[in-house]
């Protein structure tokens, strides 16, 4: 399995970004996928996860309302919109994915693939 992230960058707060994720080397008919973060000194978190399970998002209290995960299934990709950012949204952000039946937001020793994290720096 890979996980192929991109979408970081800098922005002020206030402003947007978007995220994406497109995993390839796998046939999974149930598994969770979505964005983990790391921010400098901090354990890494859960942010947000689409589960194929139920087609259901879960995602942590500080995504409600600002971030939205959504799947293109055409482009085999999952996108996370994060808008209003913080400063404390600072982090380094991952793609991971979870191998079965998945119905909440996993904590990031539950994951089983990990893509390559991308910065998302939001500073004025």
């Known amino acids: 399995v890979q996980l192929q992230a991109s979408g970081g960058g800098s922005v002020q707060p206030g402003g947007s970004l978007r995220l994406s994720c497109t995993p390839s080397?796998?046939?999974?008919?149930?598994?969770?996928i979505g964005w983990f973060r790391q921010a400098p000194g901090k354990e890494r978190e859960g942010v947000s996860v689409?589960?194929?399970?139920?087609?259901?998002?879960y995602e942590a209290d500080s995504a409600k309302g600002r971030f939205t995960i959504s799947r293109d299934v055409a482009k085999n990709t999952v996108y996370l919109q994060m808008d209003r950012l913080k400063p404390e949204d600072t982090a380094v952000y991952y793609c991971?994915?979870?191998?079965?039946?998945?119905?909440?937001?996993?904590?990031?020793?539950?994951?089983?693939?990990w893509g390559k994290g991308t910065q998302v720096t939001v500073s004025s």
């Open positions: 991971a994915l979870k191998v079965g039946r998945v119905r909440y937001l996993p904590a990031d020793y539950g994951m089983d693939f």
């Open positions: 080397g796998f046939t999974l008919d149930y598994y969770a």
């Open positions: 689409f589960s194929t399970t139920d087609d259901n998002t």
